[in-house]
């Protein structure tokens, strides 16, 4: 009988066993080892990359070598992803036809196939069925055994027959009604009127980290219908989740919603308003970010909120999916996705999640600031950039005897992050013949924050890219402390930018802010904005 112990260190796996000729793992094992007098000597050989679903065995071997005290020598490449695609649905249907004549067997988790090419028209993690089954026959294949056998997860529940198979990636399913269409690079799901339809696709997913997302939109937002889309655990009762949530009847809101069991203590929702004054009957870009301990959400690459509450664990698996429902009898409404992009980053991490012993980045600022003047500022020698961020606003001020609050940036009190204002370009439209005087302000008091405006994140695909939120027209009882005053233009000059005075940077700590006012010289005059920020 022969065992196997398995470890790794440093980079080299020591296999031991008995000295009987045995092959070690089944197939599609990701490793097969030949013994012979109890040396290794052939393993299998792949079409393609390690992370890539497609590859399949081509049936060559090559040989293993050992170093001096018999430990397996292995030169492979870090995996950073596994299972990442995208989908641009191409065609007029979810399914590919395959080669050849499959042999579907009844209550058997083996198909084979003649003439057939599974190990390149086929994978683990595809659904087959018959070409003539519903879409509920549809079977996850298992591992791929040759171009002619290949196993299931389950076994195939339909009737035995040799026949056309067809595969797909994805699960479609109907319960009630008009089911999907494909045309035009565009999956629409519709569903019917009848109370009770649930109309959906879902994939495989895995356990976290991974991004998804959707370009989609939705006809319309009716009461007693509910369209969600992102990462679920169970289309039908998720109890592990990170899903846009389209429910009621306001089509410039969206719910996010997180959770880490389905017992409403566990469950985090938060009500999203479209950027941009926009509505969910046109197309967006969804995107979910699922960390061990975040999940962000972004609308058209902004992000709209983090969850940190109620969450999935690490080691959750949860499932790409698309759902609409009726809990009535309504209007059929239809759900449309241009794109799904999915990434599976099972990375090597070279950050630090420990906030107590950050990454050192050293930063070295033109001058060091001292005096009165140097309020809220300091020279920075090492530095853990988290993340780096700007905001613009484009806003017409008219002429008064005192300033016109612009711009609020905020760092929140309960952030775990500082805010550090690098640069801030004040200006005015060059074809206004007024001039603009701009002041800084620290620490005012704030009686109403006013508008939020939208945040670009520099640094993509990084959690918590941005600690502040940015406000215009904000209301306050007291401006604070001024810190600078900058004019552009003068009575000689018409529009004009200039960087105001913040150096080398303005620092936000938790629970403090900086506002923005200026006071013009005419009416109607144009100004713009723009403030640049990193994080530690």
Not at 222 to 247: E, H, M, R, Y
Not at 355 to 367: A, F, H, L, R, W
Not at 403 to 415: K, M, R, V
Request: charged content about 10%; proline content about 4%.
């Amino acid at each position: 009988m022969f065992s196997s112990i398995v470890k790794v260190i440093t980079g080299w796996v020591r296999l031991r066993g008995s000295t009987d000729d045995t092959m070690i793992g089944n197939s599609g094992d990701s490793l097969k080892v030949n013994i012979t007098n109890n040396i290794p000597t052939v393993t299998e050989l792949y079409s393609g990359y390690s992370p890539d679903p497609t590859s399949y065995d081509t049936g060559n071997t090559g040989p293993l070598n050992e170093d001096a005290s018999g430990n397996l020598i292995i030169r492979g490449n870090q995996i950073s992803d596994e299972g990442s695609f995208r989908d641009d649905f191409s065609g007029t249907t979810l399914s590919t036809t395959l080669t050849g004549t499959v042999i579907f067997t009844n209550n058997s988790n083996i198909i084979t196939g003649s003439g057939t090419a599974f190990t390149t028209q086929a994978y683990s993690g595809k659904y087959i069925k018959k070409a003539t089954d519903a879409d509920s026959l549809y079977v996850e294949i298992d591992y791929i055994i040759s171009d002619t056998s290949l196993v299931l997860v389950s076994n195939y529940t339909g009737t035995t027959a040799s026949v056309t198979g067809v595969g797909s990636k994805w699960l479609p399913s109907n319960t009630g009604g008009t089911s999907y269409t494909v045309g035009s690079s565009i999956l629409n799901l519709i569903s019917s009127t009848a109370n009770g339809n649930v109309q959906s696709i879902q994939t495989n997913g895995d356990y976290l980290p991974f991004t998804l997302q959707m370009y989609a939109s939705i006809s319309q937002r009716i009461a007693n219908q509910t369209a969600k889309l992102g990462f679920c655990d169970n289309i039908a009762s998720p109890t592990k989740q990170a899903q846009f949530v389209f429910d009621g009847t306001v089509n410039t809101t969206v719910n996010a919603r997180t959770s880490f069991s389905s017992q409403a203590t566990d469950i985090q929702e938060t009500t999203i308003t479209l950027p941009n004054n926009s509505n969910t009957s046109t197309y967006h870009l969804y995107s979910i970010e699922v960390g061990p301990n975040i999940i962000s959400f972004y609308i058209d690459g902004i992000l709209m909120v983090q969850h940190t509450i109620h969450i999935p664990g690490p080691y959750d698996i949860m499932h790409i999916m698309a759902v609409i429902s009726n809990t009535a009898a309504v209007a059929s409404t239809t759900f449309s996705f241009d794109y799904v992009y999915f990434a599976n980053w099972d990375r090597i991490q070279i950050d630090n999640d420990f906030k107590g012993e950050p990454i050192t980045v050293q930063v070295t600022p033109s001058t060091t600031s001292t005096g009165a003047n140097s309020v809220g500022r300091t020279e920075l020698s090492n530095l853990a950039i988290a993340g780096y961020a700007f905001t613009t606003i484009v806003n017409t001020i008219n002429s008064n005897s005192t300033e016109t609050n612009l711009l609020l940036i905020s760092n929140p009190s309960n952030a775990i992050r500082t805010v550090y204002i690098s640069t801030s370009v004040l200006g005015v439209d060059p074809t206004s013949p007024n001039w603009v005087k701009f002041y800084a302000y620290v620490s005012p008091t704030v009686t109403s924050n006013g508008t939020i405006n939208p945040i670009t994140n520099l640094k993509a695909g990084v959690t918590n890219v941005s600690t502040a939120s940015v406000y215009t027209s904000p209301v306050t009882s007291s401006r604070g402390t001024i810190i600078s005053v900058l004019p552009v233009g003068n009575s000689n000059q018409s529009g004009a930018t200039a960087p105001i005075s913040l150096d080398p940077y303005l620092i936000l700590s938790p629970g403090q802010s900086i506002l923005i006012a200026a006071i013009a010289k005419g009416n109607n005059t144009p100004v713009v904005l723009n403030i640049n920020w990193f994080e530690s």
